[in-house]
């Protein structure tokens, strides 16, 4: 794939194509407390009213202290599991210790499915499944943070991959044959048949989500240590042609 | 059995490496296909018979030598003894190896090797000769290690270190305790096969006696004064089977053990204890095979860990439990990663395959109690002085059920896709 129309594809597939402009414009100027304003991706009137559900745990705005989870000033640029006085998951302490900080995808992806995003999370929530739902109460609880600027240069791709990773990385065409040889390490845990059980199957998954899953490992943004640890030692060179092989592997 | 060719090439890498050369003298007789023998059809002999199969693409003859025809992996055979899994899941044929990878099977006893002659001789009587040796016979006893035991009391006193009717007896010996009794483990010295192997086994072990004989007491006597993850197994232990363990460690006489089998004693720094069953783990060394070829450096087979070739003759690679290649732990996982390097370094030299540089990797799962499980892991580069340890993980004390829950499900995923890259 060339890089323009690896761009393309990657654009059609975004959901959230549409949030980066009009967010960027709509948030200019808003601070703690700031008038709320409409706009094209999340209304955070709408927003208010989906907080309904978080009200009983999470406080927001002035004098916001923690309860049952954390109060949600700042939560926009601020480290996973950081906040003082609170008692966070391992999982989610670790996260930030690895350098996780929250922006829009992020939350946006913790409260799609919180437990999958942070297996051990105390957040007893189910997840909010509304991409809509999830627009508004984000750009509600934007209005409480200070620096609400993190808004994704690249929209990600596909769910459950989400992660940036550079063009230039995507566009690294794999060697499958040295895929072949490296992907004997995969294979002492993922089978080849496929099978899902206890440990994913990574057969016929295409090249670029592959590549990102992986580069969502090696930057330690997705949490299982093993992968962080078999990722971390992959060039990018080599996860292109692990991506290569799995792609064509029967 | 004769045989001790140590030295015949000059006892270095340099001159093995050299000699390996003038390959071709062996290959004269039938097929002039280059052969490949490797000795033991374990984790890492299985393995590494497979991928050499598999990638040479019928241009290498590959023969694997295993005595029995049923491996029953150690790996889970201590979920087996707490009655997790039966003996039959934990069982592998060689049918595919055959069928599916056209390796020659040969189920007999490797006697004897020629390394002058390059060749093997089996127990049935034949020979075979070979262009390069693949040996993975896993792990001995050393003799003695333990006063009072020896292999004729290790129906008595099973070690159940190797998989199969051993792990059966400790099974059944086990659960035929009487109400209240007690086990003893006699620990093993480092290093030794499978590092948390004896402690998953004393919690598998308590788990039957919690829902059995719940006043029933365990022992350990153990000449080490730490052990693998630690911090794990006695968080674990206390959670789950409180007051039922007692491990003693070197300063308090566990590596001063002597066992008498017709006696069912155990006596720990001279303190005499009646026991109900025991389970005598002696200090280990490479299997026999490895000192009759004369590759063996104390107790174990030095290797090149870009290769896993012997330091001493490098037409003979030397895989998993057997091998002394550095930081890796003795494990199933670590074998079957060798012999994939292994492999690799075989179809390269007979072949002219591409070589890529040497890659290791181990996770170790044990399971504490039923649904709760750990792992340790790390990985590995090949310098010239040994495997090294690059990066490595742990499980941590506290972490909730789920967590616990999601590792031992990975642990059976493991176990699937291992068995499936062993056997086919
Ligand atoms: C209780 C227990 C639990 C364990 N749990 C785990 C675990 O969870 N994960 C893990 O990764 N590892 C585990 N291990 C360790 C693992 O079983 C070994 O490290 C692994 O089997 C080593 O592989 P190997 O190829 O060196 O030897 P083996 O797998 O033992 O294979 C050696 C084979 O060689 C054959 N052989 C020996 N001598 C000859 C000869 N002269 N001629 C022909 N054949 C011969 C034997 O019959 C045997 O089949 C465990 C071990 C134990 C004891």
Same mark, same amino acid.
């Given at each position: 794939?060339?890089?323009?129309?690896?761009?393309?594809?990657?654009?059609?597939?975004?959901?959230?194509?549409?949030?980066?402009?009009?967010?960027?414009?709509?948030?200019?100027?808003?601070?703690?407390?700031?008038?709320?304003?409409?706009?094209?991706?999340?209304?955070?009137?709408?927003?208010?009213?989906?907080?309904?559900?978080?009200?009983?745990?999470?406080?927001?705005?002035?004098?916001?202290?923690?309860?049952?989870?954390?109060?949600?000033?700042?939560?926009?640029?601020?480290?996973?599991?950081?906040?003082?006085?609170?008692?966070?998951?391992?999982?989610?302490?670790?996260?930030?210790?690895?350098?996780?900080?929250?922006?829009?995808?992020?939350?946006?992806?913790?409260?799609?499915?919180?437990?999958?995003?942070?297996?051990?999370?105390?957040?007893?929530?189910?997840?909010?499944?509304?991409?809509?739902?999830?627009?508004?109460?984000?750009?509600?609880?934007?209005?409480?943070?200070?620096?609400?600027?993190?808004?994704?240069?690249?929209?990600?791709?596909?769910?459950?991959?989400?992660?940036?990773?550079?063009?230039?990385?995507?566009?690294?065409?794999?060697?499958?044959?040295?895929?072949?040889?490296?992907?004997s390490e995969c294979t002492s845990c993922h089978q080849?048949?496929?099978?899902?059980?206890g440990i994913p199957?990574i057969?016929?998954?295409?090249?670029?989500?592959?590549?990102?899953?992986?580069?969502?490992y090696?930057?330690?943004?997705?949490p299982h240590p093993v992968m962080q640890m078999m990722a971390g030692r992959?060039?990018?060179?080599?996860?292109?042609?692990?991506?290569?092989?799995?792609?064509?592997?029967? | 059995?004769?045989?001790?060719?140590?030295?015949?090439?000059?006892?270095?890498?340099?001159?093995?490496?050299?000699?390996?050369?003038?390959?071709?003298?062996?290959?004269?007789?039938?097929?002039?296909?280059?052969?490949?023998?490797?000795?033991?059809?374990?984790a890492?002999?299985?393995t590494?018979?497979?991928?050499?199969?598999?990638?040479?693409?019928?241009?290498?003859?590959?023969?694997?030598?295993?005595?029995?025809?049923?491996?029953?992996t150690c790996f889970f055979?201590?979920?087996?003894?707490?009655?997790?899994?039966?003996?039959?899941?934990?069982?592998?044929?060689?049918?595919?190896?055959?069928?599916?990878?056209?390796?020659?099977?040969?189920?007999?006893?490797?006697?004897?090797?020629?390394?002058?002659?390059?060749?093997?001789?089996? !127990?049935?009587?034949? @020979?075979?000769?070979? /262009?390069?040796? =693949?040996?993975?016979?896993?792990?001995?006893? #050393?003799?003695? *290690?333990?006063?009072?035991?020896?292999?004729?009391?290790?129906?008595?006193?099973?070690?159940?270190?190797?998989?199969?009717?051993?792990?059966?007896?400790?099974?059944?010996?086990?659960?035929?305790?009487?109400?209240?009794?007690?086990?003893?483990?006699?620990?093993?010295?480092?290093?030794?096969r499978c590092p948390p192997g004896?402690?998953e086994?004393?919690?598998?072990?308590?788990?039957?006696?919690?829902?059995?004989?719940?006043?029933?007491?365990?022992?350990?006597?153990?000449?080490?004064?730490?052990?693998s993850k630690?911090?794990l197994?006695?968080?674990?232990?206390?959670?789950?089977?409180?007051?039922?363990?007692?491990?003693?460690?070197?300063?308090?006489?566990?590596?001063?053990?002597?066992?008498? !089998?017709?006696?069912? @004693?155990?006596?720990? /720094?001279?303190? =005499?204890?009646?026991?109900?069953?025991?389970? #005598?783990?002696? *200090?280990?060394?490479?299997?026999?095979?490895?000192?009759?070829?004369?590759?063996?450096?104390?107790?174990?087979?030095?290797?090149?860990?870009?290769?896993?070739?012997?330091?001493?003759?490098?037409?003979?690679?030397?895989?998993g439990?057997?091998?002394?290649?550095?930081d890796m732990p003795k494990s199933g996982f670590a074998a079957n990663s060798q012999a994939k390097?292994?492999?690799?370094?075989?179809?390269?030299?007979?072949?002219?395959?591409?070589?890529?540089?040497?890659k290791f990797t181990n996770t170790c799962w044990s399971l504490i109690?039923?649904?709760?499980g750990v792992k340790v892991g790390a990985s590995y580069?090949?310098?010239?002085?040994?495997i090294?340890k690059v990066d490595g993980f742990i499980s941590q004390?506290?972490e909730?059920?789920?967590l616990r829950?999601a590792t031992y499900e990975e642990s059976v995923g493991w176990y699937r896709g291992m068995t499936?890259d062993m056997?086919?």
């Open positions: 794939m060339t890089e323009a129309a690896d761009k393309e594809s990657r654009h059609h597939r975004c959901r959230r194509g549409k949030i980066r402009a009009t967010v960027a414009s709509a948030l200019v100027g808003a601070a703690l407390g700031a008038p709320v304003l409409a706009n094209e991706f999340g209304d955070p009137e709408q927003g208010l009213r989906v907080f309904d559900d978080c009200k009983s745990c999470h406080a927001v705005g002035e004098g916001a202290k923690n309860r049952v989870g954390p109060h949600l000033n700042g939560v926009f640029g601020r480290r996973a599991g950081a906040e003082d006085g609170f008692s966070y998951s391992n999982g989610l302490a670790r996260m930030g210790r690895k350098g996780l900080v929250w922006d829009f995808d992020l939350l946006d992806r913790y409260i799609e499915n919180p437990k999958a995003f942070a297996s051990d999370t105390r957040m007893a929530y189910r997840g909010l499944k509304d991409e809509q739902d999830r627009a508004d109460l984000l750009a509600f609880l934007r209005q409480y943070s200070d620096n609400p600027g993190d808004i994704p240069e690249a929209p990600p791709t596909l769910t459950g991959t989400d992660h940036s990773v550079a063009p230039e990385i995507l566009a690294i065409q794999g060697d499958p044959d040295y895929g072949e040889y490296l992907s080849l048949s496929g099978s899902n059980d199957g057969i016929g998954w295409p090249a670029e989500d592959f590549v990102i899953a992986m580069h969502a090696k930057d330690e943004f997705r992959l060039s990018n060179e080599e996860i292109a042609a692990l991506a290569a092989y799995f792609e064509v592997v029967e | 059995m004769k045989l001790n060719r140590r030295g015949f090439l000059g006892a270095t890498a340099g001159a093995a490496a050299a000699a390996s050369l003038s390959a071709p003298m062996a290959q004269a007789s039938g097929s002039g296909k280059p052969k490949v023998v490797v000795i033991g059809g374990g890492g002999g299985a590494c018979a497979r991928y050499i199969a598999k990638d040479s693409n019928g241009e290498i003859d590959v023969t694997l030598i295993e005595p029995t025809r049923t491996y029953y055979s201590n979920l087996y003894m707490a009655g997790i899994r039966d003996l039959r899941s934990i069982s592998h044929s060689y049918g595919k190896l055959a069928s599916d990878y056209g390796i020659n099977v040969v189920h007999d006893w490797a006697v004897n090797i020629d390394r002058e002659a390059r060749t093997v001789s089996l !127990a049935g009587g034949a @020979t075979l000769t070979y /262009d390069r040796l =693949v040996l993975s016979p896993g792990i001995d006893f #050393v003799d003695g *290690a333990v006063p009072g035991w020896d292999l004729t009391r290790q129906n008595k006193m099973p070690h159940a270190y190797k998989a199969g009717s051993q792990s059966e007896l400790l099974k059944a010996q086990i659960e035929a305790m009487p109400e209240g009794g007690t086990f003893a483990m006699v620990a093993p010295p480092n290093p030794f004896p402690y086994r004393i919690s598998m072990i308590a788990h039957i006696l919690k829902n059995r004989n719940p006043t029933a007491k365990i022992l350990i006597a153990d000449p080490k004064p730490k052990f630690q911090a197994f006695q968080d674990g232990w206390s959670r789950h089977y409180d007051g039922m363990i007692e491990w003693v460690g070197p300063d308090f006489g566990g590596g001063a053990v002597e066992v008498n !089998a017709d006696e069912m @004693t155990v006596s720990i /720094d001279g303190e =005499v204890t009646k026991v109900d069953a025991c389970n #005598v783990i002696p *200090a280990m060394k490479a299997g026999r095979i490895c000192d009759m070829a004369g590759i063996t450096e104390g107790n174990w087979a030095p290797v090149i860990p870009h290769t896993m070739q012997s330091r001493v003759d490098g037409s003979i690679h030397v895989l439990d057997a091998s002394n290649q550095g390097v292994a492999a690799m370094a075989v179809r390269s030299a007979l072949t002219g395959s591409k070589l890529f540089p040497a109690d039923e649904g709760d580069e090949a310098t010239d002085e040994k090294a004390v506290g909730d059920a789920e829950q499936s056997f086919g």
